[in-house]
Nanobody, 132 residues
Framework: RVQLVESGGGSVQAGGSLRLSCEAS????????MAWFRQAPGKEREGVAA????????FYADSVKGRFTISQDNAKATLYLQMNRLKPEDTAMYYC?????????????????????????WGQGTQVTVSS
């Protein structure tokens, strides 16, 4: 069974940077699609960034475009999220999700960052807190 473990969260001041990592293990085949989601207290989980085929396609929520960069290192089975110019509204628990079926690519091309919202595979989350 796929296991996803996030790390890299923390507390920073507005304008600062963090790099999140999500390491995958316990799977056979390819991590065709991966994504980052976040959930703030009292709010619904929202898609932040998504990638397919190791970077062939990337997608971002409008709120993070130009500030966040998603990347995937297939050799290390690790997903990254570089977050720059952080804002207090970026404060949330960040989760990664994965899909091993190649059909996820078509879904991601159609739905973008939300395509993995019903994924079977989620990490436990890493907290990001941005103070003003």
């Amino acid at each position: 069974r796929v296991q996803l473990v996030e790390s890299g969260g923390g507390s920073v001041q507005a304008g600062g940077s963090l790099r999140l990592s999500c390491e995958a293990s316990g799977y056979a085949g390819n991590l065709y699609c991966m994504a980052w989601f976040r959930q703030a207290p009292g709010k619904e989980r929202e898609g932040v960034a998504a990638v397919y085929h190791g970077g062939v396609g990337t997608f971002y929520a409008d709120s993070v475009k130009g500030r966040f960069t998603i990347s995937q290192d297939n050799a290390k089975a690790t997903l990254y999220l570089q977050m720059n110019r952080l804002k207090p509204e970026d404060t949330a628990m960040y989760y990664c999700a994965a899909d091993l079926s190649p059909e996820c690519i078509v879904a991601m091309q159609a739905l973008g960052v939300m395509s993995l919202r019903r994924s079977d595979y989620w990490g436990q989350g890493t907290q990001v807190t941005v103070s003003s």
